[in-house]
């Protein structure tokens, strides 16, 4: 995506400066020596700087911006990563699922499209401060009930002192147009704040239809006279999109034998209705292929999210910190069902539920979402003498309404209007909820005149989840509303870490955690079984670190080996049901995945080319491996699907002048297995990016900091196959990666 700023950790606290910042790598996209290689951090803790964000493409998504850190395995359909089911994340063990997000400390609860909060509906890069993100180890501190480790937090910018604002424009491929405007009200008194605003369109870059996404923030900041202040934030989110598929290797190439003729990266859905023999006499819309149209894939989505956040310290030696949220979602989803599906459907539960109708060709199939999700989290940190002592608790209920059901359309016509009159089976209508206690509790202790920090913490957490309604088609037919209910907890989960430095130019860190998280899919888990199927155990995990950090004049570096394992992993199959001798597919603990490999991050500034180019690098190695086998699948000892052994991103940035910089990156992976026996795997790849950013410090009246932006992705129009929907033992299907693409974005503040 052509970000080549370097990661950087948060800023060290300890006032070092007199060592530390006599050996600064400068440059516009370079961080401060003191924190551009992790700084005072007991883990791998990294940030991207707020110049790599903007210098990013405009609209690229948040998520699709972690892709720059070391470790950390990006995917996306397109090349800004704004259609939601294209998007994967993988680090170290762990997939997207088990990663934790926050937003300016509220947590994200889980990850999933279908009535998750996934982070990327809740920011827009010209509002981020900054993103840091934990691959290995989260600060105990954070809350999260998805996390398995790994931990990424969002922060917005403060509102500023001076009235004004800034503005963007940007033009690129597929029609793409985005608008963006913030608004900034100054300080009046003790108050400042600013509302922001961007609207994006653009046209699916394979096959028919579009993206679009309005987008708003809003901050009011209030300061105390003595110190801390008083936030309330709130973000809006609109989006619609129509859907692109996954295809197979067959499919892509060409040896799948596709009816339309369709293969390579642009197999899409068709922007027609096609002319198709009738397979079911009298039905003139019968013909499976139907569900190709792509008016039968759509996602709509509608997010709100209310934060209220006060920071306030009490003396000198106390502070406390809480944040109520509140959060409310709702949107729908829609997808094709064949005829002869929904026939049968319609069959099993015609005599049993009311006011079905015969279907009439292929379906409207219609999911619906919605919920509310609120919480608070408070906590107080106080300091005497060596020891900084936290401790904090969190406070979630989640509530999530998820309906499904397929419909006619009229006269059966693929094009036809929905008649939402005229249901013809029903799949869906259930209410899950999730109560969510954590407490934790940390000290960090400062011994040997300052240069050996340890922390030591634990956090308990307990999870209570129900669901209860119309789980499956099965509980229509049966004529049954279960609930259903469970819970997971364990109340010591330790977290310790230390940082030595040797002198002010380097140091070695270590830390071990252990961490419990809700089940992956939990709705899926529950709705997709009998309800005597058992539920499973939560999955857990222990992570391992150990790292160096260097810090000189023309370069620094960070080096970090790691150990992480996780147990209870999930996995869906076909197993007798306990307590009976039916046999059934539902999820089930089939054992664990080990991990190790190491990290490297560092950024250099060479003398001999007169302090005008710099590069930095990230390069990880990690391998991923089953430590068990499950039912019939002989899999122990495989390598993870979706898990790269190597992971390159590095890039270099020439200044020639104060008013122009030119970047240009390269991201490399290695080849992927794409399902548990390793049978088969996609090839890696390498995609190479560039940015030309001109204007630095040009006004033209009211406006001030002109730029002008050039973004190409993908230059050399790389050719393969990214994101992977990974399978037990038969073919995955993938999302290709997209075209090369470029974008032009005139910017200014005022």
Same mark, same amino acid.
Do not use: C
């Given at each position: 995506?052509?970000?080549?700023?370097?990661?950087?950790?948060?800023?060290?606290?300890?006032?070092?400066?007199?060592?530390?910042?006599?050996?600064?790598?400068?440059?516009?996209?370079?961080?401060?020596?003191?924190?551009?290689?992790?700084?005072?951090?007991?883990?791998?803790?990294?940030?991207?700087?707020?110049?790599?964000?903007l210098s990013a493409p405009a609209g690229v998504t948040g998520l699709k911006?972690?892709?720059?850190?070391?470790?950390?395995?990006?995917?996306?359909?397109?090349?800004?990563?704004?259609?939601?089911?294209?998007?994967?994340?993988?680090?170290?063990?762990?997939?997207?699922?088990?990663?934790?997000?926050?937003?300016?400390?509220?947590?994200?609860?889980?990850?999933?499209?279908?009535?998750?909060?996934?982070?990327?509906?809740?920011?827009?890069?010209?509002?981020?401060?900054?993103?840091?993100?934990?691959?290995?180890?989260?600060?105990?501190?954070?809350?999260?009930?998805?996390?398995?480790?790994?931990?990424?937090?969002?922060?917005?910018?403060?509102?500023?002192?001076?009235?004004?604002?800034?503005?963007?424009?940007?033009?690129?491929?597929?029609?793409?147009?985005?608008?963006?405007?913030?608004?900034?009200?100054?300080?009046?008194?003790?108050?400042?704040?600013?509302?922001?605003?961007?609207?994006?369109?653009?046209?699916?870059?394979?096959?028919?239809?579009?993206?679009?996404?309005?987008?708003?923030?809003?901050?009011?900041?209030?300061?105390?006279?003595?110190?801390?202040?008083?936030?309330?934030?709130?973000?809006?989110?609109?989006?619609?999109?129509?859907?692109?598929?996954?295809?197979?290797?067959?499919?892509?190439?060409?040896?799948?034998?596709?009816?339309?003729?369709?293969?390579?990266?642009?197999?899409?859905?068709?922007?027609?209705?096609?002319?198709?023999?009738?397979?079911?006499?009298?039905?003139?819309?019968?013909?499976?292929?139907?569900?190709?149209?792509?008016?039968?894939?759509?996602?709509?989505?509608?997010?709100?999210?209310?934060?209220?956040?006060?920071?306030?310290?009490?003396?000198?030696?106390?502070?406390?910190?809480?944040?109520?949220?509140?959060?409310?979602?709702?949107?729908?989803?829609?997808?094709?069902?064949?005829?002869?599906?929904?026939?049968?459907?319609?069959?099993?539960?015609?005599?049993?539920?009311?006011?079905?109708?015969?279907?009439?060709?292929?379906?409207?199939?219609?999911?619906?979402?919605?919920?509310?999700?609120?919480?608070?989290?408070?906590?107080?940190?106080?300091?005497?003498?060596?020891?900084?002592?936290?401790?904090?608790?969190?406070?979630?209920?989640?509530?999530?309404?998820?309906?499904?059901?397929?419909?006619?359309?009229q006269n059966g016509h693929p094009d036809g209007a929905a008649l939402l009159?005229?249901?013809?089976?029903?799949?869906?209508?259930?209410?899950?909820?999730?109560?969510?206690?954590?407490?934790?509790?940390?000290?960090?202790?400062?011994?040997?005149?300052?240069?050996?920090?340890?922390?030591?913490?634990?956090?308990?957490?307990?999870?209570?989840?129900?669901?209860?309604?119309?789980?499956?088609?099965?509980?229509?037919?049966?004529?049954?509303?279960?609930?259903?209910?469970?819970?997971?907890?364990?109340?010591?989960?330790?977290?310790?870490?230390?940082?030595?430095?040797?002198?002010?130019?380097?140091?070695?860190?270590?830390?071990?955690?252990?961490?419990?998280?809700?089940?992956?899919?939990?709705?899926?888990?529950? @709705?997709? /079984? =009998?309800?005597?199927?058992?539920?499973?155990?939560? $999955? #857990?995990?222990?992570?391992?670190?150990? +790292?160096?950090? !260097?810090?000189?004049?023309?370069?620094?570096?960070?080096?970090?080996?790691?150990?992480?394992?996780?147990?209870?992993?999930?996995? @869906?199959? /076909? =197993?007798?049901?306990?307590?009976?001798?039916?046999? $059934? #597919?539902?999820?089930?603990?089939?054992? +664990?995945?080990? !991990?190790?490999?190491?990290?490297?991050?560092?950024?250099?500034?060479?003398?001999?080319?007169?302090?005008?180019?710099?590069?930095?690098?990230?390069? =990880?190695?990690?391998?991923?491996?089953?430590?068990?086998?499950?039912?019939?699948?002989?899999?122990? +000892?495989?390598?993870?699907?979706?898990?790269?052994?190597?992971?390159?991103?590095?890039?270099?940035?020439?200044?020639?002048?104060?008013?122009?910089?030119?970047?240009? =990156?390269?991201?490399?992976?290695?080849?992927?297995?794409?399902?548990?026996?390793?049978?088969?795997?996609?090839?890696?790849?390498?995609?190479?990016?560039?940015?030309?950013?001109?204007?630095?410090?040009?006004?033209?009246?009211?406006?001030?900091?002109?730029?002008?932006?050039?973004?190409?992705?993908?230059?050399?129009?790389?050719?393969?196959?990214?994101?992977?929907?990974?399978?037990?033992?038969?073919?995955?299907?993938?999302?290709?990666?997209?075209?090369?693409?470029?974008?032009?974005?005139?910017?200014?503040?005022?």
């Amino acid at each position: 995506m052509g970000a080549g700023a370097p990661a950087l950790a948060e800023e060290d606290p300890r006032g070092r400066a007199d060592e530390v910042d006599a050996v600064v790598v400068t440059g516009k996209r370079v961080s401060e020596a003191s924190v551009a290689i992790g700084t005072d951090q007991a883990t791998a803790t990294v940030s991207i700087t707020r110049e790599a964000l903007l210098s990013a493409p405009a609209g690229v998504t948040g998520l699709k911006m972690l892709e720059s850190l070391p470790g950390f395995n990006v995917q996306a359909n397109d090349a800004l990563g704004m259609y939601e089911f294209g998007n994967s994340v993988s680090v170290r063990a762990f997939n997207f699922q088990q990663i934790g997000f926050l937003l300016d400390g509220i947590p994200m609860g889980r990850s999933d499209q279908f009535g998750g909060s996934p982070i990327y509906r809740y920011v827009d890069n010209e509002n981020l401060a900054r993103v840091t993100a934990s691959a290995g180890a989260g600060d105990v501190s954070l809350p999260s009930y998805a996390s398995l480790g790994p931990i990424v937090d969002y922060f917005t910018k403060a509102p500023d002192a001076a009235a004004g604002g800034s503005i963007s424009q940007t033009l690129g491929e597929d029609n793409l147009r985005r608008s963006f405007l913030r608004l900034e009200s100054g300080r009046i008194g003790r108050l400042s704040g600013y509302v922001a605003g961007s609207w994006i369109k653009g046209d699916l870059w394979r096959g028919p239809g579009f993206i679009k996404r309005e987008h708003y923030e809003g901050k009011l900041d209030y300061a105390f006279e003595n110190g801390g202040n008083l936030t309330f934030q709130t973000v809006h989110n609109d989006y619609f999109d129509y859907d692109s598929p996954s295809i197979t290797k067959a499919q892509y190439d060409g040896t799948a034998g596709d009816l339309f003729g369709r293969k390579g990266r642009d197999f899409a859905y068709l922007g027609y209705v096609p002319s198709l023999p009738v397979t079911t006499a009298g039905v003139p819309y019968s013909n499976t292929a139907y569900n190709q149209y792509y008016k039968f894939a759509v996602n709509a989505r509608r997010d709100h999210l209310y934060g209220l956040s006060l920071n306030k310290p009490i003396g000198e030696a106390f502070e406390i910190r809480s944040t109520v949220y509140y959060e409310d979602k709702g949107g729908y989803g829609v997808s094709p069902e064949a005829y002869a599906t929904s026939l049968a459907s319609y069959n099993a539960e015609r005599l049993i539920v009311a006011g079905l109708t015969a279907p009439k060709g292929v379906q409207y199939g219609l999911s619906g979402v919605d919920g509310k999700r609120k919480g608070i989290t408070a906590g107080g940190t106080w300091r005497t003498g060596i020891h900084t002592v936290q401790a904090g608790v969190w406070l979630e209920k989640d509530d999530y309404h998820r309906t499904q059901a397929r419909y006619n359309t009229q006269n059966g016509h693929p094009d036809g209007a929905a008649l939402l009159n005229e249901p013809v089976h029903l799949q869906r209508n259930y209410v899950s909820t999730r109560e969510t206690t954590q407490f934790f509790l940390k000290d960090t202790v400062r011994l040997l005149d300052d240069r050996l920090k340890v922390e030591l913490g634990f956090k308990a957490t307990d999870i209570d989840y129900e669901i209860a309604g119309y789980r499956n088609p099965a509980d229509y037919i049966a004529q049954r509303q279960p609930r259903i209910t469970d819970s997971w907890k364990n109340s010591f989960l330790p977290q310790v870490g230390l940082v030595y430095s040797i002198n002010g130019r380097d140091q070695v860190f270590a830390s071990y955690s252990e961490n419990l998280a809700l089940p992956r899919g939990a709705d899926d888990i529950y @709705s997709a /079984a =009998s309800p005597a199927t058992p539920g499973p155990d939560a $999955e #857990t995990s222990q992570n391992l670190e150990i +790292g160096y950090r !260097a810090n000189r004049p023309t370069f620094n570096v960070s080096v970090v080996a790691y150990y992480t394992a996780f147990d209870n992993r999930l996995q @869906s199959y /076909a =197993s007798v049901v306990p307590g009976s001798t039916t046999t $059934e #597919t539902f999820f089930q603990n089939v054992g +664990g995945v080990e !991990a190790h490999g190491a990290e490297f991050s560092g950024q250099w500034k060479p003398e001999l080319l007169g302090g005008k180019v710099y590069f930095n690098a990230n390069l =990880s190695y990690n391998r991923a491996e089953f430590e068990n086998n499950f039912g019939t699948n002989f899999i122990a +000892g495989n390598v993870l699907p979706d898990f790269p052994t190597w992971l390159f991103q590095g890039g270099v940035t020439w200044e020639p002048t104060d008013w122009a910089l030119v970047n240009v =990156s390269a991201r490399h992976l290695s080849d992927r297995y794409t399902n548990f026996t390793n049978t088969e795997k996609t090839d890696g790849y390498t995609v190479w990016n560039a940015y030309v950013d001109l204007g630095d410090g040009f006004g033209v009246g009211p406006l001030k900091q002109v730029k002008a932006r050039v973004n190409i992705d993908n230059i050399f129009d790389e050719d393969y196959l990214g994101t992977i929907t990974t399978t037990v033992n038969t073919a995955a299907t993938f999302r290709p990666g997209s075209h090369r693409t470029f974008q032009v974005t005139l910017s200014a503040d005022f």
